[in-house]
């Protein structure tokens, strides 16, 4: 006898798309877990240096950002990595020079990790960013580090990332580092002078958490 249901082109469409979303959901099992894992799960006893930041209400906003050679660039095409986010302006003196500086450590500490993560400079004003000054930067020891090797330098209007970015009370945006997960999320910051060993502990934990990036 023949089935009529196996001539039926409307259930034979619906069967294939009932498969789809199954190959689907299996492929983006991965994802959901790292999602749940660091935004849903709180297991007792788990704790974080940084502060966590509810996505929903800071959305990465269209900042019309371009690279210094005025060419467009954004934050989505970025998307992927975990990017490790500072802004302020292009006059990048000493404070500034040192978070840079923290930036590089903090990835390097992360070891077979560090190639997860890049770093983003927001720069919020018209001038010029000091390319030798940082290059010729040296740390407290006197060791030569080169402040902008790796980092995307990003122009973006002030107003745009100074509305996005949620500071601590009496701080600025320029006063923290942010992360922004592979999926496009604004999710952690970073305090004002924070400790250098705890700002590395919470990037370890996270990544060595997630599948993702």
């Known amino acids: 006898m023949i089935d009529p249901g196996a001539a039926d082109p409307a259930k034979a469409r619906i069967r294939g798309r009932w498969k789809l979303f199954l190959v689907l959901l ?7 877990a790292s999602y749940l894992a ?5 297991p007792e ?16 906003p269209k900042l019309d950002s371009t690279t210094l050679e005025g060419q467009p660039r954004s934050l989505e095409q970025m998307a992927g990595k975990w990017l490790m986010v500072r802004s302020g302006g292009g006059a ?4 500034c020079q040192e978070q840079l500086h923290a930036m590089r ?13 890049e770093r983003v400079w927001l720069v919020t004003d018209g001038q010029p960013v000091d390319s030798a000054a940082l290059r010729g930067f040296k740390d407290a ?8 090797e790796g980092v995307t330098v990003l122009r973006a209007p002030a107003a745009a990332v100074a509305g996005w970015l949620p500071v601590e009370g009496g701080a600025s945006a320029s006063d923290h580092v942010y992360l922004i997960d592979p999926l496009g999320n604004l999710m952690m910051r970073f ?12 990037i370890a934990k996270l990544l060595k958490a997630s599948a993702i990036g």
Do not use: F
């Open 141 to 148: 020891e006197g060791a030569p580090a080169d402040l902008l």
């Open 92 to 95: 990048c003196l000493a404070a």
């Open 191 to 202: 305090p004002k002078s924070p400790d250098p060993r705890k700002v590395y502990k919470d």
């Open 45 to 60: 006893g788990r704790t974080n240096y940084g502060a966590i930041l509810d996505p929903r209400q800071h959305p990465i």
């Open 38 to 42: 660091y935004y849903v799960i709180k």
């Open 105 to 117: 450590q903090w990835r390097l500490m992360q070891g077979k990790n560090m190639d997860r993560i």
């Open 26 to 32: 299996v492929c983006a099992s991965p994802l959901i």
